[in-house]
């Protein structure tokens, strides 16, 4: 086995070498547009009223993309666009045959989903890689976030989308009439980043969504024929004096926790912010904020092989995090579990993107180095603090290509005098090249070397290699990874280690492209892994069938064959897997998957048994302004198929969310547990002025069941919060 992976390595580095040769810059038909200076600002009313717009650059040549590629919209659409010394204005009029079935709601920003949309991105740097993304709905409800093309899929993300963490500040209103509806923003050029040079040009794209029709139309036409989004992109050119940055941010934080009859526990933290220039910023936080403002969801985390993954919700961990993307995810910052100071330096200068990130954290996880290392019982009082350091360096090639480093390493001990006793330090490269159009081919070659207490590794590698082809129709893909047993990443996510894995993928895509069908994509994929003693504990193959269709309809079906080895016996299964999702009507929307087959129970002597797995998750809307969500999941192990029950799990979260205005909301959280007895409710008041100015109260109860059915309280959590950012 370890020639066969030395020979698949040589392979892979053969085409690696020989991307570099078949790179080519994809030839395209520019939409070019000047921008006009304003002589005023116009007022952001959303009512489009104003006769400066008209001064504007006028953008009107939208083609459909779904459901029929290339066909005129439905609906007509006119953008506008100018500027100023301060801002960036774009006003888009979309007028609609039945105003009436427009699907807007009052929600609180970065939650407005489903609804008829405007979305803006802008690539500042015209490199093709990443974008700021502007949206609003057509109750002026504001979205924004980052747009990465060569992004982590999975895990939350979505098919398709954009990254909603970011946050920033604009100016946007909307204002529906019986012609349809209007949207107004200000983009203030201190908001985002952009190349530090007299001139600008930018990719542009703007997108509208019809939802009740599952439309989307772009202002630059958008094909399957090309690989990549944002090569579909305009060029937006500033040839003007406008702010470049240097701008200075203050915002202070106050938070306050109470526990049951406790005193109430007041806690201050700092977060600066300083544009170096326009393209390079940096950030300074002391004890930042991780008050109970957002809750994880339950997941079920009974007979689990690997560790769960939670998403990240800490602001000052949340923006930049693209940055440190890369196949491995070597920065995963819930492992930073209490940070007391932090400092981040994150920008683009020319054509390369610089990040680096330190963190001093109070109680941190143990470096645990090898695979059979015993998990630390846990303590009350973790000894131990660590400060972690990540730098990343990236530098474009060509069109949509890239090269980069990433050097990770967490330094732990006692005190500051030994803080370097215990170590994990990570170093890598790693490459994304596209070639050919269709093509991609990306790689990351790592080496850790760790010290804990009495253990410690010499260098030892990980390696990932993927090539993949992506073009209207066919899809093909392979990947090949290697990660050493004593291979450490303190600061990412392994969910597994001592592997040698080869992963392959063919898909074709049927494109009907009606009102009841857009696309069917049947695909194939085989999956095999060996361990580094050249034993087989892995091999999959999987059959799945994706539809797309009415009104954002998605059903996947899915049947594998597999083998997995566990405690040293060979266990095979075969499962079956169901997805389907749709909303059908502006007040309703839903999922419902299922799932049965052969499942492992891990335990010191495993057996295979039988599992069923359901959940439904619907999302009501009776009101404009209130939204109740539901999420129901059962999990049954059977000890044999129709056998004796081992276990079984209900899992139920209900989110009752209301919109007092665009401000001001209240949010109720009910989460039950049946297999823990575990039951959590959460109230909470928001009054959130623009992001980083935010005012919330609100309380956590948790409740467990005894022996005798009746839940007595675990703990009841009263907290406050305030901050207020200064731009200065």
């Known amino acids: 086995m370890k020639n066969l992976s030395r020979r698949s390595a040589s392979f892979l580095l053969f085409l690696f070498v020989f991307s570099l040769f078949c790179l080519s810059d994809v030839n395209k038909e520019n939409y070019y547009v000047k921008v006009p200076k304003f002589p005023t600002s116009p007022k952001i009313d959303g009512k489009l009223e104003n006769p400066l717009w008209e001064k504007g650059a006028v953008l009107d040549t939208f083609t459909q993309y779904?459901?029929?590629?290339?066909?005129?919209p439905s609906e007509k659409t006119v953008a506008y666009i100018g500027y100023d010394k301060k801002n960036l204005y774009i006003a888009v009029r979309c007028f609609d045959s039945n105003p009436k079935a427009i699907r807007a709601c009052l929600a609180k920003r970065d939650s407005a989903f489903g609804d008829d949309e405007i979305t803006i991105y802008l690539d500042t740097f015209n490199d093709k890689k990443r974008a700021f993304v502007f949206q609003v709905n057509p109750c002026g409800i504001q979205a924004d976030g980052i747009y990465t093309e060569t992004r982590r899929r999975g895990r939350g993300r979505g098919f398709f989308g954009f990254d909603r963490n970011w946050d920033t500040f604009f100016l946007s209103n909307a204002h529906k009439d019986d012609s349809g509806y209007a949207v107004e923003m200000a983009i203030p050029f201190k908001s985002i980043r952009f190349p530090n040079t007299n001139s600008q040009v930018w990719g542009l794209q703007i997108m509208r969504t019809v939802r009740r029709k599952n439309e989307e139309i772009y202002w630059y036409p958008r094909s399957r024929d090309i690989n990549g989004f944002l090569i579909q992109s305009g060029t937006l050119e500033i040839?003007?004096?406008?702010?470049?940055?240097?701008?200075?941010?203050?915002?202070?934080?106050?938070?306050?926790?109470?526990?049951?009859?406790e005193k109430l526990d007041p806690e201050g933290g700092l977060n600066l912010k300083y544009g170096i220039t326009s393209d390079l910023t940096a950030d300074i936080t002391y004890n930042p904020d991780f008050s109970q403002i957002e809750a994880d969801m339950p997941q079920n985390n009974v007979n689990q092989r690997y560790a769960l993954y939670y998403p990240e919700k800490r602001p000052f961990f949340l923006?930049?995090?693209?940055?440190?993307?890369?196949?491995?995810?070597?920065?995963?910052?819930?492992?930073?579990?209490d940070p007391q100071l932090g400092v981040k330096l994150s920008g683009k200068v020319g054509k390369t993107t610089i990040g680096f990130l330190s963190a001093y954290d109070i109680n941190p996880p143990h470096i645990k180095i090898s695979s059979d290392s015993e998990e630390e019982d846990e303590e009350e009082e973790n000894p131990y603090s660590a400060m972690i350091n990540v730098f990343r360096l990236k530098r474009d090639l060509f069109s949509e290509s890239h090269i980069g480093i990433i050097v990770t390493d967490k330094e732990m001990g006692y005190s500051w005098n030994s803080l370097t006793n215990n170590y994990n330090r990570?170093?890598?490269?790693?490459?994304?090249?596209?070639?050919?159009?269709?093509?991609?081919?990306?790689?990351?070659?790592?080496?850790?070397l760790s010290r804990f207490e009495e253990e410690k590794t010499d260098y030892v590698p990980a390696l990932s290699f993927s090539l993949s082809r992506n073009a209207r129709h066919l899809q093909l893909s392979a990947s090949w990874r290697s990660i050493h047993p004593d291979f450490e990443a303190s600061t990412g996510f392994f969910r597994r280690k001592d592997i040698h894995s080869l992963n392959s993928r063919i898909s074709y895509a049927f494109l009907p492209q009606n009102d009841w069908i857009i696309s069917v994509r049947p695909s194939f994929e085989y999956r095999r892994i060996y361990d580094f003693d050249n034993t087989l504990t892995d091999e999959e193959f999987q059959f799945s069938t994706f539809i797309s269709g009415w009104r954002q309809s998605h059903f996947w079906a899915t049947f594998s064959s597999e083998l997995e080895r566990y405690e040293g016996i060979n266990f095979h299964k075969k499962t079956f897997r169901t997805n389907f999702r749709s909303e059908p009507f502006s007040w309703l929307s839903g999922n419902i998957s299922f799932s049965f087959g052969d499942s492992i129970y891990y335990d010191e002597n495993p057996y295979l048994g039988y599992r069923?797995?359901?959940?439904?998750?619907?999302?009501?809307?009776?009101?404009?302004?209130?939204?109740?969500?539901?999420?129901?999941?059962?999990?049954?192990?059977?000890?044999?198929?129709?056998?004796e029950k081992e276990y079984e799990v209900n899992i139920l979260s209900q989110r009752v969310t209301y919109q007092l205005s665009r401000s001001l909301s209240l949010r109720i959280i009910t989460d039950y547990n049946d297999y823990h007895g575990e039951l959590y409710n959460s109230v909470l008041f928001s009054y959130e002025y623009r992001p980083g100015t935010v005012f919330y109260i609100g309380v956590d109860d948790n409740q467990e069941k005894d022996d005798s059915g009746i839940f007595r309280n675990e703990g009841r959590y009263y907290f406050v919060k305030f901050s207020y950012w200064w731009r200065i």
Do not use: C, W
């Open 426 to 448: 990570v170093a890598g490269i790693d490459g994304h090249f596209k070639f050919k159009n269709y093509y991609t081919f990306s790689f990351q070659i790592l080496s850790s």
């Open 66 to 72: 779904e459901p029929q590629e290339g066909a005129s």
């Open 612 to 643: 069923t797995s359901l959940g439904i998750r619907a999302t009501l809307k009776p009101l404009p302004n209130l939204r109740l969500s539901y999420n129901l999941r059962n999990v049954i192990f059977l000890k044999e198929k129709g056998g």
């Open 239 to 261: 040839d003007g004096t406008i702010d470049k940055g240097k701008n200075f941010e203050v915002m202070p934080v106050f938070t306050g926790l109470k526990q049951d009859d």
């Open 319 to 337: 923006e930049g995090k693209d940055f440190y993307d890369t196949p491995f995810e070597l920065v995963y910052t819930r492992k930073i579990v």
